[in-house]
């Protein structure tokens, strides 16, 4: 097995061209926003990488959020209100936001915003009908071969709308399905509309088989692919004493319970160790109390978001993920690629577990068992040759959800539903 290691494969891989005769699409994806997130990343590497073979991309959203990915090759860039060439794209109370939706890179990737503005909004009952009225104009001015959709909401607006038009729909459970369709209007939503989708993209076997057996038939894994800045050689020197988390400071995460367990190890005569959290979230002044009634307020790091993570956590003793509820996790794939020994819970929708072999290149604990992860915790720090065991092993799902082979993927799989659509009229 060759396995990359260097950026510098992956970006020649992303420049590289498809050949002449190679069929152009034109893909719209459609989210709520690009804002710092799991799916969010996802789409803006697909976007990219859709872009750089040579199909034409549009991304639909519905707003712009204050703190977004940055996308390569955009065609919009935000102005001042008022600026030569700016048009308001949404006008919530807290984030009026122009954007010159030509001010970009000529030829780039384009963008759209479906929010209704504050002049045409009218009831609350009668404004589901007009986002979905203006959804629809979207489609018909785009005319993409095929809209991608992310995320619960998302994906029933996207197949209310864009079917109508006549148009192939892609819709993607990011997360744990009993997550993203939770109340029964959701769940009401999804079932009447999931049936008219082109295709349904899901994460984990788990995650196929909370469908009903006729969505179930349109059910593809396509797996999340390795952020190309975590595709490196695995740091072989002296670890830092540090834990590392990564991900949204929220009640889902969990990380209340690591921080529990984490004051019991320091209490137990670790306190050379710190406990870095990256990202963050409305449990954030909620976890830094937490930290200070634990008494472990200066073995706790609130990093918050940061440019370059690969570059802040590949030295860590460990990662820890303990989520209550996830699809595939991003940050456990690049955590595993930068080759950092890593505890999960064994969390539904299988994620976790279709990644890590227990014992083999992880450690999988139960959710919410904070003693359970503990013992992980303490099992790594002093077993240092397990630890470097899960090391070596982890580095291989660089191989397995590498750019190159996960967006051909995708690829492959959007050229053979157009190919389904034009046997259909054929």
């Known amino acids: 097995m060759v396995l990359l290691h260097l950026p510098a494969m992956v970006q020649l891989s992303y420049s590289m061209k498809h050949d002449d005769n190679t069929r152009k699409m034109h893909i719209a994806m459609y989210i709520g926003s690009l804002q710092k997130g799991?799916?969010?990343?996802?789409?803006?590497?697909?976007a990219e990488y859709f872009h750089s073979q040579g199909h034409k991309v549009t991304l639909v959203t519905t707003y712009l959020a204050k703190e977004?990915?940055?996308?390569e090759h955009a065609a919009w860039k935000v102005v001042p209100a008022g600026a030569d060439g700016g048009t308001l794209a949404c006008d919530t109370e807290e984030n009026p936001v122009w954007v010159d939706l030509n001010g970009g890179e000529k030829g780039g990737i384009r963008r759209v915003f479906s929010a209704l503005l504050k002049e045409e909004q009218k009831s609350r009952a009668a404004n589901l009908g007009l986002r979905k009225e203006k959804l629809r104009k979207i489609w018909r001015e785009l005319k993409p071969d095929i809209v991608l959709s992310f995320i619960g909401k998302n994906n029933i607006m996207a197949l209310s709308t864009a079917t109508r038009e006549d148009i192939k729909v892609v819709v993607s459970v990011r997360a744990d399905p009993y997550m993203e369709y939770d109340s029964r209007a959701l769940r009401a939503g999804m079932l009447a509309t999931f049936g008219k989708a082109a295709g349904i993209v899901v994460q984990t076997t788990d995650a196929r088989k909370f469908f009903p057996a006729y969505i179930r038939r349109k059910c593809t894994i396509l797996p999340n692919s390795v952020n190309p800045s975590f595709i490196r050689k695995r740091y072989c020197g002296e670890r830092e004493n540090s834990i590392v988390m990564v991900?949204?400071?929220?009640?889902n995460k969990n990380q209340a319970?690591?921080?529990e367990a984490f004051s019991e190890i320091v209490k137990e005569g670790y306190s050379d160790y710190k406990l870095k959290l990256y990202g963050d979230g409305p449990d954030r002044l909620k976890l830094q109390r937490l930290a200070v009634s634990l008494g472990i307020g200066s073995s706790i790091e609130f990093a918050g978001n940061v440019s370059h993570v690969a570059e802040h956590i590949e030295k860590a003793s460990m990662f820890v993920l303990a989520s209550s509820q996830e699809g595939m996790p991003n940050s456990l794939i690049e955590a595993m690629s930068l080759g950092l020994p890593c505890?999960?819970?064994?969390?539904?929708?299988g994620g976790p577990k279709d990644l890590i072999t227990d014992g083999v290149n992880g450690l999988l604990v139960p959710v919410k068992d904070k003693d359970a992860m503990k013992m992980a915790i303490l099992r790594l720090i002093k077993n240092k040759e397990l630890a470097d065991k899960l090391s070596q092993n982890a580095i291989y799902v660089q191989e397995k959800f590498s750019p190159d082979v996960v967006n051909k993927m995708w690829e492959e799989y959007f050229?053979?539903?157009l190919d389904k659509k034009k046997k259909g009229k054929a």
Request: hydrophobic content about 40%; charged content about 25%.
């Open 38 to 46: 799991g799916a969010e990343r996802v789409m803006v590497n697909l």
């Open 68 to 71: 977004e990915y940055q996308v």
């Open 247 to 251: 991900g949204r400071l929220d009640e």
């Open 257 to 259: 319970m690591v921080m």
């Open 343 to 349: 505890i999960s819970t064994d969390c539904p929708c």
């Open 415 to 417: 050229e053979s539903i």
